[in-house]
């Protein structure tokens, strides 16, 4: 399976990397949206955590109901090995494009 | 202190309250633990507290120890936890809290609450209905918990436009990502018929 990331993915990775061991749907979104400056919805947060789950690059365990939630659990996410090698990876490439290396000098 | 009393709200979750009047023992660490991190000393029994969801909830009062004007602070711990009465010979006695109830219970900490401050019920449902097993429980926490925060800072009208505006997304990005699935797997059926000989 490929480790390529998308933008999305890659803002989920950062977040939960930024965050540690608070790292639940909530605080997730919340830096997501900060790291992003766009308004990140919920549902697009959960659903990119499952597939970085599938894909092995996040592990997830449920903590205990709270009344502010109205009773039900949180969901922490912590990142993989394989997940931090991806982040890395994408922020290699990217930095690989801003120094121009592999380019072609300009003339 | 009285008028500091008269300023408490009831938290937006809380769906009904029952003025208990016994005492109950609680955890020495639960009672340490919230001491340490704020300045709120004697802990007193206000009610006995349903949430949404029936999760059942012992709400304790906490007197602030410097100032006047600061407000009491409310904490809830689990009901089921908390035991009326240790037995004599209880290993567990030394680590146990009593709590008296309050001695004067004001009938202000017994409001029921203003259904405005609630979620929306509907959105609750779509998402419900929408969202897959594994996730919807703690997505539907999630917006909950952003909801009464946002609600608090910015008023319930602005946070149930949130609310909605998390819904639809949310529920949209569900059923389009049903639709790939879908899609996909029709194309994969549309290949093997064609690669599949004699069908």
Redesign the interface.
Known sequence: MTNELGKFEEAVLSAIIHLGENA???TI?QKVSELTKKDA????V??T??RLEQKKMVKSK?GE???????????YYTITNSGREAVIAASQRAQRLWTGDGLPEAV | MGDSKSKRKRRPWHTSAEDLQTSCYVPLHFIEKYEKRTSHVEPQILSAESVVGNVKYLAISWIPNYKDDVEPQLSLFDFNQAVSEPAKNSSRKGTLKKLEPESKPSALHFLPIDSSQKAPQICEMALLFFLTKENRDSLIGDIEEEFFGIAEKYGVRFAKAWYWKQTVCSCFNAIWNRLLVLAGATALWKLMGRLWPGS
């Open positions: 639940y749907g909530v979104r919805v919920i549902g697009a959960y659903t955590l499952s449920m109901p709270t009344p502010e939630r109205g009773g039900r659990r949180k969901k």
